[in-house]
């Protein structure tokens, strides 16, 4: 199995929701992360999970919290968000966080809309 | 600081044509890693290829190339025999062993190239 697989596909939520996205991978792989990608742009690092700990927040706002119940599942918890936070959420994984293993493998993100 | 440029915005190629996508970087570090990844409009990013730094030799993936230039520190994606699937936004990305800060290990991507393969 060498696929990353992120759950809803799409998520249309309101700014005072709470909403939950998923990502699992079943590659053995101990290096999580989330991305948020807006069109046309690059994907941007949020969260690093390296053998369940998280090890790098790269100043994302509070209103999103990551968790990363073991080391197949990662998921990133969504509450009061804004709609600048409407974008394409992507999750990946690699085998480590060593240049040998980084080889990042993506899942197909998350659609989020915030009305 | 590490970059990643690329220069093109949007290409476009011929169906059975070859094309050339183009990337730049910067760094001082001597060990990493080079790569270009596929978003179809699908979304799903796969990657393409992979360039280690210090291998000479330039890394080949079926109908795509690189050509690496290391002391000119570019990256360029060659795509022989365009196919319409092969319509997508292109990223070039670089990693480096460096732990300075913690970021060993993430992908340094470029702003992307939207390629269209017409019929």
């Known amino acids: 199995d060498t696929e990353v697989t992120q759950t809803p596909k799409h998520l249309v939520m309101g700014m005072t929701n709470k909403k939950s996205l998923k990502c699992e991978q079943h590659m053995g792989h101990r290096a999580m992360y989330w991305y948020k990608q807006k069109a046309k742009k690059p994907p941007e690092l949020m969260f690093v999970y390296s053998y369940e700990k998280l090890s790098i927040n790269e100043s994302v706002p509070s209103r999103f919290s990551p968790e990363c119940p073991n080391s197949s599942l990662l998921n990133l918890h969504l509450h009061a968000l804004q709609p600048e936070d409407s974008a394409l959420y992507l999750c990946?994984?690699?085998?480590?966080?060593?240049?040998?293993?980084?080889?990042?493998?993506f899942g197909p993100g998350t659609r989020l809309t915030v009305l | 600081a590490q970059t990643v440029t690329q220069s093109q915005p949007e290409m476009s190629v011929q169906e059975a044509e070859t094309v050339t996508l183009s990337c730049t970087y910067d760094t001082s570090e001597n060990n990493y890693y080079l790569f270009w990844y596929k978003q179809p409009p699908s979304r799903q990013m796969i990657l393409v290829i992979r360039?280690?730094?210090?291998?000479?030799q330039n890394a080949t993936e079926n109908r795509f190339s690189v050509n690496f230039q290391k002391a000119a520190k570019s990256f360029s994606l060659k795509i022989s025999d365009s196919q319409l699937g092969d319509t997508a936004m292109y990223f070039c990305a670089f990693t480096s062993g460096s732990n300075y800060g913690g970021s060993q290990g993430n992908l340094i991507f470029g702003k992307g190239t939207k390629l269209s393969v017409k019929p």
């Open positions: 990946a994984s690699s085998q480590g966080r060593l240049l040998l293993d980084n080889e990042q493998f």
């Open positions: 360039q280690e730094a210090y291998k000479q």
